[in-house]
Structure formats: C-alpha cells, structure tokens
C-alpha cells in the first residue's frame, strides 16, 4: 500500500488512497474541487522515496468532501480582584478531503 507525508496548511500530514482528511485550507474551495498537493516530503511502500526537501514529480490527489467549522474554542480571561473578564469564541474553518491516489513521481 503506497502511502505519502505530504505539507499541507504548514502541518505535516500521512495520507494514502482512499483516506479522509481534514485540513486548514483556504475557504475557496467548494465541495467536488480538484486538489492537488506537490509538496510531497516522502514517498512509502515497496521502496521509500526521501525529498530533499520534496520528492520530485511526486504529488497527491484529492477532492474537496465538504467545507465548515469545528467545534467553538472558548477563551476566556480573568484579572482577579480588578473586575475584569472576558469571554470570548472562535470557530477554526476546515475542508474535509478524500485522496484519490498516491503519485510516486522518480
């Protein structure tokens, strides 16, 4: 089974055919884009491919799933003894993606 650790969002991540990801991608992409990922750090399975720093001609292929957000992240601040609180919410955006196939690239 080929496998790749691919850079996506600034996070390291290992993908292979037929698995479902979810990333910090741009809000742009819309459900059944094309996504392509050239930044293929290492390419694994019978034999192992190591960039330096990326695997040449190697990529990933994926579609984009769905578009949303995760779960809110409270933050909330507190002087103590001086009144002061603060609450405060954020919600991270993500794709859901499926990758396709694996591309070993030379």
Do not use: W
């Amino acid at each position: 089974m080929t496998y790749a650790i691919i850079e996506a969002a600034g996070k390291q991540h290992r993908v292979s055919a037929g698995e479902k990801l979810k990333l910090d991608l741009n809000r742009t992409s819309q459900a059944g884009d094309k996504i392509t990922f050239d930044r293929v750090l290492m390419v694994g399975g019978e034999s192992v491919k190591i960039g330096t720093p990326h695997v040449t001609n190697a990529s990933v292929k994926a579609t984009v799933l769905s578009t949303g957000k995760d779960k809110k992240v409270l933050v909330f601040k507190k002087r103590r003894r001086q009144g002061y609180q603060k609450s405060q919410g954020h919600r991270q955006h993500h794709v859901e993606i499926l990758i396709n196939e694996v591309q070993s690239g030379s």
